[in-house]
């Protein structure tokens, strides 16, 4: 191979890699978009939190995860439990939730839930404040201890 064909096929390699990682951060970007501006969807007494990723972290420790997933991350608030996936579905009472946390970063707003029977917490980015204010009120009125951070968020 000449010195002309090598530089063409690096050429199309570094484009096609390029090609690659713009449409991946397009799709990220559209679906952060689409979740930040969307509003919890109720179906009776069901409402179902939109979220941008969700998260499987230890109860106290936040900012670190054992699981992660944005394909499709899932927070609903039923009539008498809760559903919420990361990696698989589960289904909690509400009287097994110990504390509801909020978290904010750059880019995300945090909804932690904490569980008294078991280690693992659940951490669903809503990436959208008002979004999250809504969803800790709803887990308010359902019996939910709020922490500091959440219960400042409710007064805002």
Not at 77 to 106: F, G, M, N, W
Not at 139 to 148: H, Q, R, T, W
């Amino acid at each position: 191979m000449g010195k002309a064909e090598a530089t063409i096929f690096i050429f199309a390699i570094v484009l096609l890699i390029g090609v690659g990682w713009l449409t991946i951060f397009l799709y990220i970007k559209s679906r952060l978009s689409a979740v930040r501006h969307s509003r919890i969807e109720t179906e009776g007494e069901v409402a179902n939190i939109p979220l941008v990723a969700a998260f499987s972290g230890w109860r106290g420790v936040p900012w670190i995860c054992w699981s992660s997933s944005d394909l499709k991350p899932t927070l609903i608030l039923h009539a008498d439990h809760i559903e919420c996936r990361v990696i698989r579905r589960r289904r909690k009472p509400y009287d097994v939730v110990s504390r509801v946390d909020y978290r904010q970063t750059v880019g995300t707003a945090n909804i932690v839930l904490e569980f008294s029977d078991s280690l693992s917490s659940f951490v669903g980015n809503t990436g959208n404040r008002d979004i999250a204010r809504d969803a800790i009120k709803r887990l308010a009125e359902k019996g939910c201890p709020l922490s500091a951070r959440a219960s400042d968020l409710l007064d805002r």
